[in-house]
T-cell receptor, first 111, second 113 residues
Framework: KQEVTQIPAALSVPEGENLVLNCSFTDSAIYNLQWFRQDPGKGLTSLLLIQSSQREQTSGRLNASLDKSSGRSTLYIAASQPGDSATYLCAVPVGADGLTFGKGTHLIIQP | SQTIHQWPATLVQPVGSPLSLECTVEGTSNPNLYWYRQAAGRGLQLLFYSVGIGQISSEVPQNLSASRPQDRQFILSSKKLLLSDSGFYLC????????????FGSGTQLSVL
């Protein structure tokens, strides 16, 4: 059974710092991995999707990498801003049955 | 462009009462539809998914059921709510099964008292 783990569970850093969020998965036979952002009491917004054939994807100040063989993905946020404060979740497909999610990293960017 | 609507945003229901949450998608045809539940400290759990009208797959045995009466409509129901049904319910859609991004609704916070 695929399990997704995110470390750290919570992170608080001053504005302007670069930071890395980690995601690991137990079954490396995935064909993509997604990173989502969730604001309190809101739905999830897809940030980046990395196909299994790719090693990384970039969108603005966000960069996500994927290492299938080691079962890891990282989300790099450059020059963090208070508006980046949210919970970040990673997820991998489970056969044809939707996605399996990690529990998320709760990120606070201090102004 | 595609949009997903989910309502209500919040709901407080007594134990034993029925439940009906509705989700609709606009701007696409034959989407794959999903219901997830997010409970405190437990992450997102897939409850149901549907690849077409009347086709429902259940991931977790539970007090809930789902229906897809129309192509872009997905309904989550219960005949009698339990305290353990409290949580944040999210509807989502994807254009293909597992190959593309998943797009979420804004969620329904359900409190069963």
């Amino acid at each position: 059974k695929q399990e997704v783990t995110q470390i750290p569970a919570a992170l608080s850093v001053p504005e302007g710092e670069n930071l890395v969020l980690n995601c690991s998965f137990t079954d490396s036979a995935i064909y993509n991995l997604q990173w989502f952002r969730q604001d309190p009491g809101k739905g999830l917004t897809s940030l980046l999707l990395i196909q299994s054939s790719q090693r990384e994807q970039t969108s603005g100040r966000l960069n996500a990498s994927l290492d299938k063989s080691s079962g890891r993905s990282t989300l790099y946020i450059a020059a963090s801003q208070p508006g980046d404060s949210a919970t970040y979740l990673c997820a991998v497909p489970v056969g044809a049955d939707g996605l399996t999610f990690g529990k998320g990293t709760h990120l606070i960017i201090q102004p | 462009s595609q949009t997903i609507h989910q309502w209500p945003a919040t709901l407080v229901q007594p134990v034993g009462s029925p439940l009906s949450l509705e989700c609709t998608v606009e701007g696409t045809s034959n989407p794959n539809l999903y219901w997830y539940r997010q409970a405190a400290g437990r992450g997102l759990q897939l409850l149901f998914y549907s690849v077409g009208i009347g086709q429902i797959s259940s991931e977790v045995p539970q007090n809930l059921s789902a229906s897809r009466p129309q192509d872009r409509q997905f309904i989550l129901s219960s005949k009698k709510l339990l305290l353990s049904d409290s949580g944040f319910y999210l509807c989502a859609w994807s254009p293909t099964l597992g190959d593309e991004k998943l797009f979420f609704g804004s969620g329904t916070q359900l409190s069963v008292l």
